[in-house]
């Protein structure tokens, strides 16, 4: 099984707080890797590091066997590791498929050149595709800003890959989203990494869906990890239970 991203010894501290410690995993390709933990335990700043919005103290990240602990967050981006955020960012007074246009002509560089226009017959085209493989194409024409929350989630995920990353990081896909949504949403998304061949890693609250989605779960507590290991095994360790999930451990979604 080849690794697509390692940390070695992640150590990061704001003032007196310790928010991560000696944090070490990896993650392999086309591995769905499950990042859970009670609120101010490290998972989000953990993803940030990753992606180069703050610098750890000390540890390493490596990217394909390459480190990349001092790049800046547009040059991990560009290696291929790209990530979807809690709040999506998206464009809410544009249209769905504008929002497929503006990320993919990012992603081909057109916003260096306010002159190469975005709308092309290739553009169309794989805008087009976009919206069917996530299956929002109903939303076409729709301004983002008045989607579904779980359609929202589509939208910003669909255009964090843009660019066929090899590794996704997602920040709590499903928070906002209504359980008649969760489900949809996720198999979506899973279909397409499965599709593309992705490695990811994403933090989540709802122990359903990790549970159900996840081929391995690290827990967080306090900046550290306190348990990594196939879902059963995690969600039945007895600080995961006392620390993070409570005393019963979760059913599948669905």
């Not at 101010?40 to 990349?68: E, M």
């Not at 709040?87 to 497929?100: C, W």
């Not at 990353?165 to 499903?174: A, G, H």
């Not at 196939?230 to 360790?237: G, I, R, S, T």
């Amino acid at each position: 099984m080849n690794t697509a991203l390692e940390a070695i010894g992640i150590e990061k501290r704001f003032g007196a707080v310790l928010a991560a410690s000696n944090v070490s995993l990896s993650l392999a390709t086309n591995e769905v890797l499950g990042i859970i933990g009670a609120n101010g335990a490290g998972k989000t700043t953990f993803l940030n590091i990753v992606t180069g919005y703050i610098q750890p103290d000390s540890g390493v990240i490596r990217y394909q066997g390459s480190d990349i602990t001092a790049l800046e967050p547009r040059a991990i981006a560009r290696l291929g590791i790209h990530r979807s955020f809690q709040i999506p960012q998206i464009f809410p007074q544009l249209t769905v498929f504008d929002n497929i246009l503006i990320a993919l002509g990012i992603n081909e560089g057109k916003g260096k050149c306010i002159w190469r226009p975005l709308l092309t017959r290739d553009s169309i085209d794989t805008a087009e595709s976009i919206l069917v493989r996530y299956r929002i194409g109903d939303y076409r024409d729709r301004h983002a800003g008045f989607l579904p929350q779980g359609v929202c989630k589509l939208l910003d995920i669909a255009m964090a890959m843009v660019g066929s990353p090899r590794v996704l990081l997602l920040d709590e896909p499903t928070s906002g989203v209504s359980s008649a949504e969760k489900a949809f949403m996720m198999d979506t998304i899973m279909d397409v990494f499965l599709e593309n061949e992705v490695g990811v890693l994403f933090v989540e609250h709802d122990m359903e869906v990790v549970a159900h989605y996840a081929d391995r779960v690290i827990a967080f507590s306090d900046g550290r990890i306190i348990a990594d290991g196939l879902p059963a095994e995690v969600f039945n360790d007895e600080k995961v239970r006392e620390l993070v999930i409570g005393r019963e451990p979760p059913a599948k979604l669905g």
